[in-house]
């Protein structure tokens, strides 16, 4: 399968064989690109990966953010987006006094929680699942959201090279908030300077190299 | 007309000037791009979507495009008043006007796009110069979009017709003078702006038309090479 890059506007296949996907939009016969991106094809369905911009919310996402306000049901969320995110009460794992939702989660806070349905109004969060949750203790970075396949890397591939390498526990928000937590304040310092380095440069090939070295000489 | 026009700069009557187009030239925007017409220079930022503040100016139903066009103090060779005035609320409306046919704004309610389009150099052409640094600008944000524009600013010096003009010609004075038309058109052709001030005959505003359509087709292929490259560095994995 190979990847295009694709401009607004542009044709991406012609004739009927094809099925528009995220990111593009049938004219006639013609499949055309809607965003500045990567198109794919799987299945005869074409899509457009954007390259840059903001952060678009999905379904499904793990996002980190900061309790914005407490209402009488819930918590609104800052996740970095246009729209506002709202995590009620309903969707905490556990029983919560109805007087004392502060004592749960205050303003400030932050959380990892997951987006698990998005309407017009707004982004509904849970933190239903395992590793989803209030965030206690650790170092909170924020990189481009972009970036987060490139720290992730193929099936989790550099995420785990980190991790191994830093003893540190470390959560990637969709929206490109990143949790570190470890044992030791040197261990999570190491992983954020990774991360960051990876953000910085990750246009360059061999990345998994050049990090291996970077671990080498910071230890 | 007998004798070849002779342009001041040398060019042909249909020959743009030099132009370069650059994309993510500011790295906190969303999505920028630089855009030159010879020497005048515009880049444009782009911020958002982002929630609409004040929020009364919330829009339910569609998204809002915001422009600001801005020319910079030294921009000309007489220092001009930083700020905004007349002309520069007329250009950031007309730009607005002129990309929002493209946008599919409707995408983002309640949220704003903010384009700001900064004249670094200018030496005429600068709306056009700007429309087509937004356009760029807009793509490199990620912003669904139905096509791209390109814009062009075609004159009338006494009765010739010419392409992008420059501020030497724009202040022809014999005959029957200077009239710029800055013309905005998609890739196929479809016109989202087109201003005029001055005197045309219908039958050559339509020529005018026709010429613009071949320019903007130039244009278009600059940006898009511009687009491509960028994306093509950023890519390799």
């Not at chain 1, 990876?198 to 990090?211: M, N, Q, R, V, Y």
């Not at chain 2, 196929?188 to 038309?209: N, R, V």
Request: glycine share 8%; with cysteine.
């Amino acid at each position: 399968m190979t990847r295009q890059i694709v401009i607004p506007g542009e044709v991406i296949f012609a004739g009927e064989d094809y099925l528009p996907g995220e990111g593009t939009e049938k004219r006639k016969n013609e499949i055309i690109s809607l965003i500045y991106g990567l198109a794919e094809e799987s299945g005869k369905l074409v899509k457009v990966i954007p390259l840059s911009g903001v952060y678009h919310p999905r379904r499904g996402n793990v996002v980190i953010g900061q309790v914005e306000n407490v209402t009488f049901n819930g918590w609104v969320i800052d996740i970095d987006t246009a729209q506002t995110a709202f995590l009620p009460l309903m969707e905490v794992p556990r029983y919560v006094n109805k007087e004392g939702l502060e004592e749960v989660m205050d303003i400030g806070d932050m959380v990892v929680a997951k987006i698990f349905g998005m309407s017009k109004r707004g982004i509904d969060l849970t933190i239903k699942l395992r590793g989803l949750g209030k965030i206690n203790e650790g170092i909170i970075l924020k990189i481009n959201s972009n970036k987060v396949p490139r720290v992730i890397g193929k099936e989790g591939s550099m995420i785990n090279l980190i991790k191994e390498n830093t003893n540190c526990n470390i959560t990637v928000g969709q929206n490109g908030i990143i949790w570190i937590k470890g044992d030791k304040v040197e261990d999570e310092l190491l992983a954020k300077k990774i991360i960051l380095f990876i953000a910085e440069k990750s246009f360059i090939s061999g990345l998994t190299d050049e990090i291996k070295k970077l671990i080498e000489k910071e230890k | 007309m007998t004798k070849e026009f002779q342009r001041s700069d040398g060019r042909k009557i249909d020959e743009l000037r030099p132009i370069t187009a650059k994309v993510g030239v500011v790295p906190n925007a969303d999505g920028s791009a630089m855009f030159a017409f010879g020497d005048t220079i515009a880049i444009a930022a782009v911020y958002g979507p982002k929630k609409m503040h004040p929020q009364h100016e919330q829009d339910p139903v569609k998204g809002t495009l915001r422009c600001t066009y801005n020319m910079l103090s030294f921009s000309v060779s007489d220092r001009i008043k930083p700020g905004i005035s007349r002309r520069s609320v007329e250009i950031s409306k007309i730009t607005e006007w002129a990309l929002e046919p493209i946008i599919m704004i409707d995408k983002y309610p309640n949220m704003v796009i903010d384009v700001h389009i900064n004249i670094i150099q200018a030496n005429a052409s600068t709306r056009c110069a700007g429309i087509n640094a937004a356009a760029m600008a807009l793509a490199h944000a990620g912003i669904p979009m139905r096509d791209l524009v390109s814009s062009v600013s075609i004159g009338k010096l006494d009765k010739q017709l010419v392409v992008d003009v420059s501020k030497h010609e724009e202040d022809w004075e014999e005959g029957e003078g200077a009239t710029d038309i800055p013309i905005t058109m998609t890739s196929k052709g479809e016109i989202t702006h087109m201003q005029l001030d001055g005197k045309i005959s219908i039958k050559q505003l339509k020529e005018a038309i026709e010429i613009a359509r071949e320019s903007t087709k130039k244009i278009y292929e600059i940006q898009k090479k511009a687009l491509k490259e960028f994306a093509e560095e950023e890519k390799n994995d």
